[in-house]
């Protein structure tokens, strides 16, 4: 008894082989783009690792005799450690503070409708911060703040406020409403109802919008370059600092640059769970 074999319709094999291809040609698209946004990573960490005359020499590729005197240099120095620590303070201290006063304003924007203060907060997201830099400095320098971590914090909190607002609005009013509903029909007030059953689950948004809050007080130059001192600098302007008008010491700046770019990294790879849920949770309702 012989087996037959059914053909597979000529339409049903096109569309596969269509499948097929596009499921090739996005594999090869994505693969380029993460070579494209990895090479400088992987660029920074390698010359971290080379002298300044094999940084600046075309020649030496990926395979050389790594050196630690870079790591060596900037850590003894000092500066680079101490700028750690003042953008980790300011860092901290500023999304913790911007997350008490942005997810309760959250909550009660999205939860009560208050489309008129969605308004303003899409203002403040929108005003540059740059434009508001001069009458800051007056305004601070007139109360003798510049270089204190308070102005750095505040300066900080200006931009991390909205922005945490702006991603927990839409966050907030994917919730189902029942649920406070009935936390209230129970006996719990509005804020009761906000602390045990909202709060509790927009964790997610939560550490999504705090994380970026913190990144962006990381990485910000522009804020501590102009209100920071020696004592409060913190890494960007560090950073900056190893650029001079003779010479640029590419080991040392590629060596800060690796050092600064860790602590970022790990909280992204620590929160992606957490980061992930509160991107994705926030785009549909109900």
Not at 11 to 30: C, K, M, T
Not at 153 to 165: A, G, K, N, R, T
Not at 210 to 215: E, I, M, N, Y
Not at 230 to 258: C, E, H, K
């Amino acid at each position: 008894m012989t087996a037959t074999v059914t053909p597979v319709p000529v339409p049903v094999a096109r569309h596969l082989r269509r499948r097929a291809v596009r499921s090739w040609l996005r594999g090869i698209a994505i693969a380029v783009v993460t070579l494209v946004f990895a090479l400088p990573l992987v660029w920074m960490f390698a010359a971290a690792f080379k002298t300044n005359v094999q940084v600046t020499d075309p020649s030496v590729g990926l395979w050389f005799s790594p050196t630690l005197e870079n790591f060596r240099s900037i850590v003894e120095a000092g500066q680079i450690v101490r700028s750690m620590g003042n953008s980790l303070l300011v860092g901290v201290v500023s999304t913790v503070l911007s997350a008490v006063i942005a997810v309760p304003a959250a909550w009660a924007v999205g939860r009560f409708d208050m489309h008129r203060t969605g308004s303003l907060i899409l203002v403040a997201r929108i005003v540059p911060a740059i434009s508001l830099l001069v009458p800051w400095y007056y305004l601070f320098a007139q109360m003798g703040l510049v270089g204190s971590y308070t102005v750095l914090i505040l300066s900080q909190m200006f931009v991390s406020v909205p922005l945490i607002m702006w991603i927990m609005i839409s966050f907030f009013a994917g919730l189902p409403v029942e649920l406070e509903e009935a936390a209230r029909t129970d006996g719990l007030s509005a804020f009761g109802a906000f602390w045990r059953i909202a709060l509790p689950l927009a964790a997610p948004g939560t550490a999504t919008a705090s994380l970026l809050a913190f990144v962006f007080s990381w990485n910000n130059f522009m804020f501590a370059l102009i209100f920071a001192d020696d004592r409060t600098q913190t890494v960007p302007v560090t950073l900056f600092n190893f650029i001079s008008y003779a010479s640029t010491d590419w080991g040392g700046l590629m060596a800060a640059a690796t050092l600064i770019t860790v602590p970022v990294v790990l909280a992204a790879v620590l929160g992606q769970k957490y980061l992930v849920a509160g991107l994705t949770s926030g785009a549909t309702k109900g």
